[in-house]
């Protein structure tokens, strides 16, 4: 009877390595779930090795350097081609397709770039006896923790279709926000451009000519053109400044963010800013919850989950509140009781989560978590865009009516003395 060496998680989270004897690899899977162990790998003993060394007979020097690396590529894959590939990929592995021919279609139809180079090393490294996770973990670029620890348990539970339906569902809702965020933001951010361009314009071109007719016919002229004058030919003088301040801020948080204390207070200023904070803290509330529940509902440990969920948060704060409920179930407390010592959701979120834990369907609850946040997020979203458009014309219209007033004060005053 065969023997097949596997690494596995139990219910605390502890890995564990063994060996079990089975008639094949699905039958030693069921053996050791029917242990409470949740298989993270497992191999038959001596088979890879005698594979590797029959490949290496045939394989050509040359062919060999090559293989298992994949193609080259500069820059990560675009988050929408990575949602089209998993959605192929899933419709193809549903209709039975085996997953080595799946991925040589998808490879043969991708366009040259560093998902088609991602895929080159996923196939050569499934060719020569990896698993389809362990190949991905191989490519960072394509495929992050989230993406290859879901794809695992697919494999260890015997369910990689339905979990990549999962994985391609959650990637079309985090896609369909940030398009509704994108789409919400383009007009202020039109609108805001083109101010800033027109009133660069009147500073540098027309406020000077005004100037010289100033001096020419020296009148005195009011405090607000004064100021006025100065302020153009700080434009005039120092006008690289403009577009080097805003880059220089950002390059500036984003050297602080490298340091975890200043990525904290980064992002916990960021969490206090009025409407933009609160969009922040409920996108990322429902980022998290959707993606522990759908690393739930595949079969991950809980222990686990949290520390994807944690990983993909891209916000310290909460990165800091999932530690210590980590730390808390570690010890045996429900999830409920740690998230409330956080603070960082409402009350609604812990109790949804107290009922699912205590109902055996935390999964569904996060998700519905996440639906109700992705609605009030794109609520927020709204709001913010129908409040910048009234505020953004009456700030224009302040700052021509000051330049308009600042102008025309001295030629009145001028035109009186002629007459």
């Not at 063994?18 to 779930?33: K, Y």
């Not at 590939?85 to 040589?104: C, E, K, N, Y």
């Not at 990549?164 to 805001?192: D, H, N, T």
């Not at 009147?202 to 005195?220: H, L, R, S």
Request: contains cysteine.
């Amino acid at each position: 009877m065969p023997t097949f060496q596997y690494e596995a998680m139990d219910n605390t989270g502890l890995e564990i390595k063994d060996t079990i004897e089975a008639d094949s690899e699905q039958e030693a899977q069921t053996l050791i779930r029917e242990k409470g162990f949740f298989v993270t790998k497992i191999a038959e003993k001596g088979r890879r090795k005698k594979q590797a060394t029959k490949g290496d007979a045939k394989v050509p020097a040359k062919a060999k350097k090559k293989a298992g690396g994949g193609g080259f590529s500069i820059g990560g894959v675009r988050p929408k081609q990575l949602t089209t590939f998993t959605r192929q990929l899933s419709t193809l592995q549903d209709a039975g397709l085996p997953i080595l021919r799946s991925l040589r279609i998808l490879e043969g139809q991708s366009k040259p770039g560093p998902l088609k180079a991602s895929l080159i090393g996923v196939i050569e490294d499934v060719e020569s006896g990896n698993t389809l996770s362990e190949a991905m973990a191989k490519q960072p670029k394509a495929f992050d923790n989230l993406y290859v620890n879901m794809v695992k348990a697919g494999e260890a539970g015997g369910a990689l279709e339905i979990i990549l339906q999962r994985l391609a569902e959650f990637k079309e809702r985090a896609q369909s926000l940030k398009r509704k965020v994108q789409g919400a933001m383009v007009y202020p951010v039109a609108v805001i451009t083109v101010a800033t361009c027109i009133v660069g314009f009147i500073m540098y071109w027309i406020i000077p000519k005004f100037k010289e007719i100033f001096e020419d016919f020296g009148v005195e002229l009011p405090g607000i053109t004064v100021f006025l004058i100065e302020t153009s030919d700080w434009v005039v003088n120092y006008w690289y400044l403009i577009p080097a301040i805003p880059i220089g801020f950002v390059l500036f948080i984003k050297i602080v963010k490298k340091n975890k204390t200043g990525a904290y207070i980064v992002d916990r200023i960021s969490l206090k800013i009025p409407v933009l904070g609160s969009i922040i803290s409920k996108a990322t509330v429902a980022r998290t919850c959707r993606t522990l529940g759908t690393l739930i509902s595949s079969g991950v440990p809980i222990l686990e989950a949290l520390s994807i969920a944690r990983d993909t948060s891209g916000n310290e704060v909460f990165r800091k509140a999932f530690d210590h409920i980590h730390a808390s179930i570690r010890e045996g407390e429900s999830m409920a009781v740690p998230l409330k010592e956080t603070r960082i959701v409402d009350d609604l979120v812990v109790n949804m989560v107290d009922v699912g834990e205590e109902t055996g369907a935390l999964d569904n609850m996060l998700y519905k978590v996440a639906d109700v946040y992705d609605e009030e997020v794109s609520v927020l979203i709204e709001g913010l865009v129908n409040l910048l458009e009234p505020l953004m014309v009456v700030v224009l219209g302040l700052i021509v009516g000051f330049i308009v007033i600042a102008l025309f004060m001295p030629l009145v005053k001028l035109l009186n003395e002629l007459s």
